[in-house]
Each structure stands twice: as structure tokens, then as C-alpha cells.
């Protein structure tokens, strides 16, 4: 079992910035990827990035060029940098992992709410 624990979401206005930050906890070793969802309100749970132990990265096509994934293997963290915020950004953010690319999220966080005002 892995737990995530998300923290860093509010409420900031357009054009603004949040940094996400999720610990990860218990079997860490057994996941090798690490990334965000978001769910707007009336909307699927999405694609937001991934990123792998080996640092490499995917972005949705609407988040690409403004946001930013990274993670601390040393200390199990995983942060979203969140630039140039816009109104359609606003969702409550999910921390996953998962074994492998392709598998889909096996461990979700509780989630925090990012909302942008216009």
C-alpha cells in the first residue's frame, strides 16, 4: 500500500501561481510512476502529468508550458509548479502512483482544491 498526501492548493487569481506538493508513504518501491489528476466540477477526472523514477515526464496538452511536474525520490515528494493560471484550471488536484507507464493509477491522495478566480 502507498499513501499520498496532497497539500498547497487556494484560491489565486488569473495569470498566478501554486506549487502542489504530495508525500508518498509505506511501499514506495513498488511504484514507479507519479503523478496529478484533476476533476472540475461536471467534469471526468483527468490527465494532468506523470512523471517516472527516472524523471521522465508527460503533460496534458492543456497544462503544457505552464505547468511544471518534479519529484524527490530521496524524500518521496512529488510537486506540480503551477503557472499562468486560468479559470478552467480550477478542480480539485489528485496525487496518484502507479506500478508502470500504461497501467493507470493504482493510489490516489484525499485531493486539494485549486481554484482561479478571474
Known amino acids: 500500500q502507498v499513501q499520498l498526501v496532497e497539500s498547497g492548493g487556494g484560491l489565486v487569481q488569473a495569470g498566478g501561481s501554486l506549487r502542489l506538493s504530495c508525500a508518498a508513504s509505506g511501499s514506495t518501491f513498488s511504484v514507479n510512476v507519479m503523478g496529478w489528476y484533476r476533476q472540475a466540477p461536471g467534469k471526468q477526472r483527468e490527465l494532468v502529468a506523470t512523471i517516472t523514477s527516472g524523471v521522465s515526464t508527460n503533460y496534458a496538452v492543456p497544462v503544457k508550458g505552464r505547468f511544471t511536474i518534479s519529484r524527490d525520490n530521496a524524500k518521496n515528494m512529488v510537486y506540480l509548479q503551477m503557472n499562468s493560471l486560468r479559470p478552467e484550471d480550477t478542480a480539485v488536484y489528485y496525487c496518484?502512483?502507479?506500478?508502470?507507464?500504461?497501467?493507470?493509477?493504482?493510489?490516489w491522495g484525499q485531493g486539494t482544491q485549486v481554484t482561479v478566480s478571474s
Open positions: 496518484i502512483a502507479q506500478r508502470w507507464v500504461g497501467l493507470g493509477p493504482l493510489y
